[in-house]
């Protein structure tokens, strides 16, 4: 969405759904923030709205979403959200790889976090599409 406002998740899948009524809407997300999401801006509308695919981090221990889940089954119901709630764990190795590290990673330009996040071509859509505030300008070029 282009807004001066914050850009929360829940407006960009509205304007999705606004776009494509019938269409059934997935957002993909980590583990992390699966467990967090009933912290999140008017998540029990993103419970209606989307079908939650969980990828699963890397961890010491596992915690109560893991446990009893095998991969592709549905993923349980997380404290404080609506039993709506519809999540599968999706099919991948386990990754310690996140939005939030690559948007830090951005943010600070450090260039060798970014080169073990991002492909070449990855960071180059960011930069030319300005995405989570990225200035080119400013940061680490984007050729390979």
Same mark, same amino acid.
């Given at each position: 969405?282009?807004?001066?406002?914050?850009?929360?998740?829940?407006?960009?899948?509205?304007?999705?759904?606004?776009?494509?009524?019938?269409?059934?809407?997935?957002?993909?997300?980590?583990?992390?923030?699966?467990?967090?999401?009933?912290?999140?801006?008017?998540?029990?509308?993103? $419970? +209606?709205?989307?079908?939650?695919? @969980?990828?699963?981090?890397?961890?010491?221990?596992? /915690?109560?979403?893991? !446990? &009893?889940?095998?991969?592709?089954?549905?993923?349980?119901?997380?404290?404080?959200?609506?039993?709506?709630?519809?999540?599968?764990?999706?099919?991948?190795?386990? $990754? +310690?790889?996140?939005?939030?590290? @690559?948007?830090?990673?951005?943010?600070?330009?450090? /260039?060798?976090?970014? !080169? &073990?996040?991002?492909?070449?071509?990855?960071?180059?859509?960011?930069?030319?599409?300005?995405?989570?505030?990225?200035?080119?300008?400013?940061?680490?070029?984007?050729?390979?």
């Amino acid at each position: 969405l282009d807004s001066p406002e914050p850009s929360y998740t829940v407006k960009s899948l509205q304007a999705l759904r606004a776009e494509y009524p019938e269409a059934e809407l997935f957002l993909v997300l980590g583990q992390d923030q699966f467990e967090r999401l009933h912290t999140w801006h008017a998540h029990e509308k993103l $419970t +209606e709205i989307a079908t939650f695919l @969980v990828a699963k981090r890397i961890t010491n221990t596992r /915690t109560e979403v893991e !446990k &009893g889940v095998k991969i592709g089954e549905e993923a349980p119901v997380q404290g404080g959200l609506s039993s709506k709630c519809r999540a599968k764990w999706l099919d991948l190795p386990p $990754t +310690e790889l996140s939005a939030t590290a @690559v948007r830090q990673a951005l943010a600070s330009n450090d /260039t060798p976090a970014l !080169k &073990g996040l991002l492909q070449a071509q990855v960071l180059r859509y960011i930069a030319e599409h300005r995405l989570y505030g990225f200035d080119p300008t400013e940061h680490i070029s984007t050729h390979d």
